[in-house]
């Protein structure tokens, strides 16, 4: 990361000033002390401890309460750190200790993303102490980042409207397309309905058409006689001929056996 974008941290200062108190307060400052050797060694757990340990003997100790600020922060409690700081940047007693408490507050929450409350915690810090490089580079740094957070938001909405967008666009898509297809197939059940209407109307016609033909076979049989060819009804007439010469001559015949005998009696 470039150091432009780095965030200062270099006004997270230590309390180490001593005080002349009694032998409970050195007693307490000791503590405080073996903390800051923790505290340097890297070793934020077991400074913290030991600040604890001062504030059960003296809760108002404001070194104690600072410094187990900045051991918690370095911990990545930022939560516990904040409260510790922001309790401090109300109820410090010099402006030099409120204007670190708000800037340290200011760092706090901008490790946790929570950009605009970390600009007025800068600028808390200023007001109490105006020639803070750090505070004033940290401050710049806060609202570079809230520009960029509210672009991302942005950008994410958009993006989460266009896709709303297109996904109602599809489901109407696929609206479209699915009473198409209804309405295909209604056409088709209706062209095959009316297929098998004219189907049926043809087979009706067809039958009735047979049927008045046949009757009309019927009513020409039943009424005329067939005409008959002119060799046909010669032929009938010779046969008729020939019947009738063929029965003379079997009463000719009948007739003559008759003379021969004796006469019958004539009854009239």
Do not use: C
């Amino acid at each position: 990361m470039n150091h432009r974008n780095k965030i200062v941290f270099g006004a997270v200062t230590l309390l180490v000033s001593l005080m002349t108190l009694p032998v409970f307060g050195q007693n307490v400052n000791k503590m405080v002390r073996k903390g800051n050797k923790e505290f340097d060694k890297g070793k934020f757990s077991d400074a913290e401890v030991l600040y604890r340990k001062a504030l059960v003997k003296n809760p108002k100790f404001e070194k104690a309460n600072f410094n187990l600020g900045d051991a918690l922060y370095k911990e990545k409690n930022y939560e516990s750190a904040g409260k510790q700081f922001m309790n401090l940047s109300k109820k410090g007693t010099s402006d030099q200790l409120k204007a670190k408490s708000w800037y340290n507050l200011g760092n706090t929450l901008m490790q946790k993303k929570q950009y605009e409350q970390s600009i007025g915690a800068y600028i808390n810090s200023l007001r109490l102490n105006p020639k803070d490089y750090n505070a004033k580079y940290n401050l710049e740094y806060a609202r570079k980042m809230l520009k960029k957070q509210n672009q991302n938001k942005k950008n994410n909405q958009n993006k989460k409207n266009q896709n709303k967008k297109n996904q109602n666009k599809k489901n109407q898509n696929k609206k479209n397309d699915k009473n198409k297809q209804n309405k295909k197939d209604q056409n088709k059940n209706k062209n095959d309905q009316n297929k098998q209407q004219n189907k049926n109307n043809q087979n009706k016609q067809n039958n009735q058409n047979k049927n008045d033909q046949n009757k009309q076979q019927n009513k020409q049989q039943g009424g005329q006689r067939p005409q008959m060819t002119k060799a046909e009804a010669q032929r009938m007439l010779d046969a008729l001929r020939n019947s009738e010469k063929g029965t003379l001559k079997k009463l000719e015949k009948k007739k003559a056996k008759k003379v021969k005998g004796k006469p019958d009696v004539i009854n009239w």
